[in-house]
């Protein structure tokens, strides 16, 4: 059994920043394929970015590409989000999500291929 727990969500004003931190259980961290996802009040959840197993290469969703960065920590097994310029619609639930199989770059976004998620951190964005 993986568990993922998310960590590091809270209230911030316009403009300001936050880090999300996503840590697992079970095999060694490089072993999975993970992913930011996030709910919107009153909306679908929806991909925000995704890192690859093994290259640690990176896809974000368009919107947010020069905002928000995706890394990981290996010797932490910790996935991290910094999210700057946050604004009131970035507000969500976010979701840290991994996957064992390796996924191509067209892939990373769907998140039925991703069988392990935690519960959800808040993010509000207001003044």
């Known amino acids: 059994q993986v568990h993922v727990l998310e960590s590091g969500g809270g209230r911030v004003q316009p403009g300001g920043s936050l880090r999300l931190s996503c840590a697992t259980s079970g095999r060694a961290f490089t072993a999975y394929t993970m992913a930011w996802f996030r709910q919107p009040p009153g909306k679908d959840r929806e991909f925000v970015a995704a890192l690859k197993r093994q290259s640690g290469g990176t896809s974000y969703a368009d919107s947010l590409k020069g905002r928000f960065t995706i890394s990981r920590d290996n010797a932490k097994n910790t996935l991290d989000l910094q999210m700057n310029s946050l604004q009131p619609e970035d507000t969500a639930v976010y979701y840290c999500?991994?996957?064992?199989?390796?996924?191509?770059?067209?892939?990373?976004?769907?998140?039925?291929?991703?069988?392990?998620w935690g519960q959800g951190t808040q993010v509000a964005v207001s003044s």
């Open positions: 999500a991994a996957t064992s199989s390796r996924l191509i770059t067209s892939s990373l976004r769907r998140e039925e291929l991703y069988e392990y």
